[in-house]
Nanobody, 122 residues
Framework: EGQLVESGGGLVQPGGSLRLSCAAS????????MSWVRQAPGKGLEWVSV????????SYADSVKGRFTISRDNAKNTLYLQMNSLKPEDTAVYYC???????????????WGQGTQVTVSS
């Protein structure tokens, strides 16, 4: 069925940077579309970014566009999220997730990691 394990979260000051990683195992990582999703305290899940398989086509939520970069290393079965110019409103638990399907403008997932906490505060 597979496993996703995130790492790289932590406490960072506003304007700082973090790089999240997500190690995948138990499935064909290179053949799957992958996403980052976050959940801020007291709020629902928010889609952050997606990366396709071959060619690595990407897409971002407006709230992170120009600041975050999603990438993947299929040889290492690892997904990344480079986060720059971080803001307090980026504080959330960040999850990587394997996309099962895309329907009517919404991604649906069939595998989630455990999440990694990102806190942006001075």
């Amino acid at each position: 069925e597979g496993q996703l394990v995130e790492s790289g979260g932590g406490l960072v000051q506003p304007g700082g940077s973090l790089r999240l990683s997500c190690a995948a195992s138990g499935f064909t990582f290179s053949g799957n579309v992958m996403s980052w999703v976050r959940q801020a305290p007291g709020k629902g899940l928010e889609w952050v970014s997606v990366i396709k398989t071959a060619g690595g086509s990407t897409s971002y939520a407006d709230s992170v566009k120009g600041r975050f970069t999603i990438s993947r290393d299929n040889a290492k079965n690892t997904l990344y999220l480079q986060m720059n110019s971080l803001k307090p409103e980026d504080t959330a638990v960040y999850y990587c997730a394997k996309v099962a399907e895309y329907y009517s403008g919404t991604y649906y997932y069939d595998l989630w990691g455990q999440g990694t906490q990102v806190t942006v505060s001075s």
